[in-house]
């Protein structure tokens, strides 16, 4: 037996993780287009960001954010009754203080009774008036938010570098898996090359 058929799975193994990990980097780099033999190349996200941000501007715009949920969540009843307090102390504070302040002679005809009088009456009323002003504030807001350009312009002008740490960032594990894998399916194709190679002897 030809000892040096042993060597064959890890230079096959090597071969597979240095192919995943240039594949991997071709993905980032060159950063700028180059020529190489007349065939220009360039790393496949600098190449596709414009096409990768409209794609993730036009996702969080249509999918993953809803004016329609923000508007739900704006004028459920819950989220009134966690401002009431709120609401009933500054009522609290106008009436007994800055009422006597401003209007002296008024503030001397309103008791206890009527301050809470007062309190109820209005409470009840931001009660009718806060779902339909949250409402409206809702609709502008989605009239004056673009938030499909805002995402779009913010990821195509990332910078290389950036858009890089990012994704390296989120799927680190997962490139180095590639790697792996590349080594490993390399390490087993090179097995099977020496079980021919010896089959056939």
Do not use: C
Request: glycine share 6%; charged share 20%; net charge neutral.
């Amino acid at each position: 037996m030809n000892y040096w058929l042993l060597l064959i799975p890890f230079i096959s193994g090597f071969i597979g993780y240095i192919t995943n990990l240039v594949a991997i980097k071709m993905l980032f780099h060159p950063k700028n287009p180059v020529n190489i033999l007349g065939i220009k190349v360039q790393g496949i996200f600098p190449k596709r960001q414009q096409q990768f941000a409209e794609k993730l501007g036009k996702l969080v715009g249509q999918e993953l954010l809803s004016f329609a949920e923000i508007e739900a969540q704006l004028t459920a009843n819950e989220n009134l009754t966690k401002l009431t307090p709120v609401v009933e102390q500054h009522l609290d504070n106008f009436l007994r203080h800055k009422l006597s302040a401003e209007m002296p002679i008024i503030s001397a005809f309103i008791g206890e009774k009527t301050i809470q009088k007062l309190k109820a009456v209005f409470l009840e009323e931001m009660n009718l008036l806060f779902p339909d002003l949250m409402k409206k504030y809702a609709q502008h807001l989605e009239e004056d938010l673009d938030l499909e350009r805002i995402v779009t312009e913010k990821v195509s002008n990332f910078s290389s570098e950036k858009l890089e740490g990012l994704l390296y960032q989120i799927m680190s594990k997962e490139f180095r898996f590639v790697e792996i894998i590349g080594a490993v399916l390399g390490f087993l194709i090179g097995l099977l090359q020496i079980g021919i190679t010896l089959l056939t002897q």
